[in-house]
């Protein structure tokens, strides 16, 4: 089945409109589309965890996404407990945008959680971007609950993450969708195994989401 993963804004005005909306282009498209949630982290807590499990519950999200640009949660912090732990609750994978929106958008933040929560899955979106998709590396080394999102960098940053995580530890993606042929092409565009790139393209997400 092609799926891919849908992403929410993370700024909206209703964010229930929003999952619903999501929700149902799930409903129709069940072979394509796979949804995440994407909510205020400093909503109630009550409120917070209430939303992620009617996601769950009423659409069948599978992933809980973090965007540190506009929602500034601290990840090396306790107080961020409630995000894993509501993610991992609920079979969810953790999304986490990572590069720009520093400080906390820096991949080697994300260390943390994925050692509190060894048996959570994490990916990080954009492995930090072309300047600090090196810190993505040393993550998922020290990790093995991390998995990298290659979407935004270049070419030969890709080939240099391949020398140090497995294939099957990363993941293609399209950051907006006008942005998709420019990843595919990317993607199919390297000087690797038919094996790597299947795993970039598919076989990671598939495992992950699917």
């Known amino acids: 089945m092609d799926r891919s993963l849908v992403i929410p804004f993370p700024v909206v005005d209703d964010y229930r409109a929003a999952h619903d909306e999501i929700g149902e282009a799930v409903r129709r498209y069940p072979d394509r589309l796979v949804g995440a949630a994407c909510l205020y982290p400093f909503l109630p807590e009550a409120e917070f965890r209430e939303e992620v499990r009617r996601c769950v519950e009423t659409y069948g999200f599978r992933a809980l996404k973090l965007q540190p ?48 929560f060894p048996d959570l899955s994490l990916v990080l979106a954009h492995a930090g971007g072309s ?62 195994e038919e094996a790597v790139r299947r795993d970039i393209l598919w076989n990671t997400a598939d495992r992950l989401f699917g």
Request: net charge negative; aromatic share 8%; glycine share 6%.
């Open 69 to 116: 640009k506009f929602q500034p949660l601290n990840p090396l912090s306790p107080r961020s407990d409630f995000f894993w732990e509501t993610a991992r609750e609920h079979g969810l994978v953790a999304v986490c945008h990572t590069g720009d929106g520093v400080p906390f958008s820096l991949p080697s933040l994300y260390i943390s959680p994925a050692r509190r």
């Open 131 to 192: 300047v600090y998709y090196q810190e993505s590396i040393i993550a998922a080394q020290v990790c093995p609950n991390i998995t990298i999102e290659l979407s935004t960098l270049m070419p030969h940053f890709v080939l240099d993450i391949l020398a140090h995580v497995p294939a099957s530890r990363l993941m293609i993606g399209s950051d907006l969708p006008e942005s998709l042929e420019t990843e595919l092409g990317k993607v199919l565009g390297l000087e690797v």
